[in-house]
Structure formats: structure tokens, C-alpha cells
């Protein structure tokens, strides 16, 4: 296989971003959303069929490689089963799934099919997150005591008005979900240890009537190897996304990527000198009345296909993905017995 030839599930504002990189990395088959309009307008575009059912994009595209899901939250898991059992690889948008049980599922059907299963995780190829990574493999940090992340963005009302999945419990899920996986992701790879919740609150300050869950919230972390950790997040920022960051207190040394995208290293004290590392170059993805993460699709595409093509091994685990999943459950667990 020289080429790839991709079939897409869900055409809204993310999909939209997805198609132009299926064209730019191999080929585009098919598309497919519950809107046939949208479906249409998109194959128009690329010259593909267009369907308004799952099913029959995986019937009539069997000669393409790869499903792409980007439909909402709680389709992911069913529509990736269904997929990889269709005998298709599977690339989907984040979070993987709204259970931990959902992504085990998805893990097993993908074993069982012998597919490639991968889920979105741009912010792990930004520049200054790969070289905090690689501080932390080569041991520069020594013992990390505390990790505290911080997520501050803006989601107003005229966000949700326009889908009616946005701010549900059943197909969204929660803004841990849906706006902060990738920083809970980074969190997670960076600690590489088991975590408990040991409290977690949260509260709905700025979005009643509108949203399903808190808009604010905060956790509390122990790790497995000792260190702690906190997690503060938030849509309520004023006017616009604020702050996504992670500090880590370690033995040597004091290091924090900042910006609003973890997208450059705001300040680093090191025992062994300090980090070499450029900013991230790309911008965010702009949706026009608000901004999502990082614009590194492009890289995720990348890694995909020389994952597909040349068995290379990949630096997105869906152990790890799952563990997120995980995570974020068992934050709402903890939000169930402390909320205001």
C-alpha cells in the first residue's frame, strides 16, 4: 500500500479539518453525517460518495483503509467497534470513549481484527511537551514531587446553541472530556504511574440552563510513586481560552509549559541547565467564534501513516488513552459526593 485511502463519520467543524488532511495524506473515499447536507457538501468538495448511515459508507468503501471517526463523544466506541469488525483501521478524535470500559472494548475489537486502532492526540507532538518528555526519560528531573495542571477557556452559551450534543451527559460528557483530555493526556504520559482521585468538587457557575455538568472544577491527585498533583479547569475564562499549563516540582529542577495550548516553556530552573526547546509554531484550531487545541493534525496524520505503512511504533498507546478515560471517570465520581 502506497497510498491510504481514507472514509470519513461525522462532517461538522473538526471532520471538516480532518478531510483536508486525508486528501493531503492519501486519498478521500467517502463521508458520511447523520446531516446528509453536510455530508454532501463535503463530498462535493473532494470528489467522494457522500452517505447519510455508518453502515453503508462501510459497505459501499471497502476498497479504503481507514475510518476516520469525528462524531460526537459517546458515538466513538460503537462506531469504531463497528469499523475495525468491517475490517477497517480506525483513527478517532479524542476522547476515545466516555467509559474506561467503552475503550477496553474498542482495544479488544481492535486486537481481534488485527486493525490499527490510534486516537487523536496532537498535544503530544508539541515541541515543548516532547522535550519535557525527554527530560523526564533521560532522568534530568530526578523525583518529580508535584504536577499541578491549568486549564482556563472560554465556552459561551452561542457554543452549546450550536449542536444539540454539546453540554449533554449522554453524548458529551463533560468538559473533561471534550475540552481538556489532550492536558489530562500530557499529565498522564508525563507521570507514566498510577493515579488515584483522592477529592474532586466542581460546580456550575456560569452555564445553568445550559450545560448538563460543571463548568468549573477541581481534583486533587495521588500517584502510585508518591507525587501529587492538581487539576484546575474551567470554561468560564473572560472573552477568550486563558491558560493551558502543567508545572512540574521535581528534585531538579522546576519546569512549566504555559501559553494557552501548552505551547512554549513559560519558566524552567534546572540543576543541569535548561531545556532546549522552541515554541510550538503551529497556531490553534480556529472555529471562528472559538478556538480548540493545537493545529498538529497534521503531525498526527503523519505518524499514522508511517505507522500504517512502515510498521513504525507509535508514541500513542491506547493503554494510555484508556487510562485519560479512566481518569476523568473517576473525577466525576469523586464530583458526585463533593459538588456545591
Given at each position: 500500500?502506497?497510498?491510504?485511502?481514507?472514509?470519513?463519520?461525522?462532517?461538522?467543524?473538526?471532520?471538516?479539518?480532518?478531510?483536508?488532511?486525508?486528501?493531503?495524506?492519501?486519498?478521500?473515499?467517502?463521508?458520511?453525517?447523520?446531516?446528509?447536507?453536510?455530508?454532501?457538501?463535503?463530498?462535493?468538495?473532494?470528489?467522494?460518495?457522500?452517505?447519510?448511515?455508518?453502515n453503508?459508507?462501510?459497505?459501499?468503501?471497502?476498497?479504503?483503509?481507514?475510518?476516520?471517526?469525528?462524531?460526537?463523544?459517546?458515538?466513538?466506541?460503537?462506531?469504531?467497534?463497528?469499523?475495525?469488525?468491517?475490517?477497517?483501521?480506525?483513527?478517532?478524535?479524542?476522547?476515545?470513549?466516555?467509559?474506561?470500559?467503552?475503550?477496553?472494548?474498542?482495544?479488544?475489537?481492535?486486537?481481534?481484527?488485527?486493525?490499527?486502532?490510534?486516537?487523536v492526540?496532537?498535544?503530544?507532538?508539541?515541541?515543548?511537551?516532547l522535550?519535557?518528555?525527554?527530560?523526564?526519560?533521560?532522568?534530568?528531573?530526578?523525583?518529580?514531587?508535584?504536577?499541578?495542571?491549568?486549564?482556563?477557556?472560554?465556552?459561551?452559551?452561542?457554543?452549546?446553541?450550536?449542536?444539540?450534543?454539546?453540554?449533554?451527559?449522554?453524548?458529551d460528557?463533560?468538559?473533561?472530556?471534550?475540552?481538556?483530555?489532550?492536558?489530562?493526556?500530557?499529565?498522564?504520559?508525563?507521570?507514566?504511574?498510577?493515579?488515584?482521585?483522592?477529592?474532586?468538587?466542581?460546580?456550575?457557575?456560569?452555564?445553568?440552563?445550559?450545560?448538563?455538568?460543571?463548568?468549573?472544577g477541581?481534583?486533587?491527585?495521588?500517584?502510585?510513586?508518591?507525587?501529587?498533583?492538581?487539576?484546575?479547569?474551567?470554561?468560564?475564562?473572560?472573552?477568550q481560552?486563558?491558560?493551558?499549563?502543567?508545572?512540574?516540582?521535581?528534585?531538579?529542577?522546576?519546569?512549566?509549559?504555559?501559553?494557552?495550548?501548552?505551547?512554549?516553556?513559560?519558566?524552567?530552573?534546572?540543576?543541569?541547565?535548561?531545556?532546549?526547546?522552541?515554541?510550538?509554531?503551529?497556531?490553534?484550531?480556529?472555529?471562528?467564534?472559538?478556538?480548540?487545541?493545537?493545529?498538529?493534525?497534521d503531525?498526527?496524520?503523519?505518524?499514522?501513516?508511517?505507522?500504517?505503512?512502515?510498521?513504525?511504533?507509535?508514541?500513542?498507546?491506547?493503554e494510555?488513552?484508556?487510562?485519560?478515560?479512566?481518569?476523568?471517570?473517576?473525577?466525576?465520581?469523586?464530583?458526585?459526593?463533593?459538588?456545591?
Amino acid at each position: 500500500m502506497t497510498s491510504v485511502k481514507f472514509i470519513l463519520v461525522g462532517c461538522g467543524n473538526i471532520g471538516v479539518r480532518h478531510a483536508a488532511l486525508m486528501h493531503q495524506f492519501g486519498k478521500l473515499e467517502g463521508v458520511c453525517d447523520v446531516d446528509e447536507s453536510k455530508a454532501k457538501q463535503l463530498a462535493e468538495q473532494y470528489h467522494c460518495k457522500a452517505f447519510g448511515c455508518l453502515n453503508d459508507l462501510l459497505t459501499a468503501c471497502k476498497n479504503a483503509a481507514v475510518l476516520v471517526i469525528c462524531t460526537p463523544n459517546a458515538l466513538h466506541a460503537p462506531q469504531a467497534i463497528q469499523g475495525l469488525d468491517a475490517g477497517f483501521h480506525v483513527l478517532v478524535e479524542k476522547p476515545m470513549a466516555l467509559s474506561a470500559m467503552d475503550c477496553r472494548a474498542m482495544i479488544d475489537a481492535a486486537s481481534k481484527a488485527g486493525k490499527l486502532l490510534m486516537v487523536v492526540k496532537q498535544n503530544r507532538f508539541n515541541p515543548p511537551v516532547l522535550a519535557v518528555k525527554h527530560a523526564i526519560e533521560q532522568a534530568l528531573l530526578g523525583k518529580i514531587y508535584s504536577v499541578h495542571l491549568n486549564c482556563l477557556w472560554h465556552r459561551d452559551e452561542a457554543y452549546y446553541m450550536q449542536s444539540k450534543w454539546r453540554g449533554t451527559k449522554q453524548l458529551d460528557g463533560g468538559i473533561l472530556f471534550t475540552q481538556f483530555s489532550h492536558f489530562i493526556d500530557i499529565l498522564l504520559w508525563f507521570m507514566g504511574s498510577d493515579v488515584k482521585v483522592v477529592a474532586a468538587s466542581a460546580a456550575n457557575l456560569a452555564h445553568q440552563n445550559i450545560i448538563e455538568f460543571e463548568d468549573t472544577g477541581v481534583a486533587q491527585l495521588q500517584f502510585a510513586n508518591g507525587a501529587l498533583g492538581s487539576i484546575h479547569y474551567s470554561i468560564n475564562a473572560f472573552q477568550q481560552n486563558a491558560e493551558g499549563s502543567i508545572l512540574l516540582n521535581a528534585e531538579n529542577g522546576i519546569i512549566k509549559i504555559g501559553g494557552k495550548y501548552l505551547d512554549n516553556i513559560a519558566f524552567q530552573t534546572l540543576k543541569h541547565g535548561d531545556i532546549a526547546c522552541t515554541e510550538t509554531s503551529a497556531e490553534a484550531n480556529d472555529y471562528g467564534s472559538y478556538q480548540g487545541s493545537i493545529r498538529n493534525h497534521d503531525k498526527v496524520y503523519a505518524h499514522f501513516r508511517e505507522i500504517l505503512l512502515h510498521n513504525k511504533a507509535s508514541i500513542i498507546q491506547n493503554e494510555e488513552a484508556m487510562q485519560t478515560v479512566a481518569l476523568i471517570e473517576s473525577i466525576h465520581q469523586s464530583i458526585q459526593h463533593n459538588s456545591f
